[in-house]
């Protein structure tokens, strides 16, 4: 075989030693400027989150369900950026049928029907009674026809049992912390091929990410996030909009 002048050459190991040597430390070097991007993009971040959280202005039938919400005190609305998001993945699928665990006022529900085709509809599930007064009303204020939306006021742990398996293109979770989990397993049961399971909440107050927060709402989402990022079934995606909203597309 015939051999190049290099590798003939008598200090062919030490070149290429000293070679990979200089590559590590470009390397290295290549590395650190991207270290401080990321720092910068941190030292940025409030402004950017709420430059992102307002960049999707909240229509005004929106903004007064917030606002009906906010006086019933009990009813916390989704934030505006995520709003915007679950607007954007209902028109991603083209959900016609979507599952709403936690009505609330009506505030993340108008989100998802301005994303849905016209003749979708929604299934919203809420313990309250006055949840769901409120959410009718906001409903009727926004022009939303009767027949698009199916309210039902109960348990959500009663109620998803009794729906049927793979019928849903889209499932909101959105309720009671503690009842997280066993909405979460229902709600993968509910969703078919390809169907879009959306948890809002899932930084709580920024205490997900904080190792030292422990109690018992906060482990419960950490775990519950984690769960799903690892379930074979889902694609998982945690988005830092709003209060966190985690985003798993069923396989």
Known sequence: ML???VDTFPGL??????????????AVATRAPWRRR?????????????????????????????????????ATPVG?????????????????????????????GLWLLDGMPEDGVLTTIDVSAEHQRAARASYTAAGIAPQR???????AADVLPRM???????????????GYPGYVEHAIRLLRAGGVLVVDNMLWHD??????????TTSTLRDLGKWLRDHEDLVTTLVPVSDGVLVAVRR
């Open 13 to 26: 190991e030490l070149f290429r030693s000293n070679l990979y040597e200089c590559w590590e430390r470009g």
């Open 207 to 216: 205490q997900v990410a904080d190792p030292a927060a422990r109690d018992a």
């Open 80 to 108: 505006t950026g995520a709003g915007a998001l679950l607007r954007t993945l209902a028109a991603a699928v083209a959900a016609r049928h979507v599952v709403e665990v936690g009505t609330g006022a009506g505030t993340s």
């Open 149 to 155: 939306t199916r309210v039902i006021t109960g348990a």
């Open 164 to 178: 049927t398996d793979g019928a849903y293109d889209l499932v909101l979770v959105d309720a009671d912390k503690d």
């Open 38 to 74: 990321v720092a910068a993009m941190s030292a940025l971040r409030p402004a950017s989150w709420r430059y992102a959280e307002e960049f999707v202005p909240e229509p005004e039938a929106v903004d007064a369900a917030r606002r009906r919400g906010v006086e019933l005190g009990s």
């Open 3 to 5: 051999m190049s002048p």
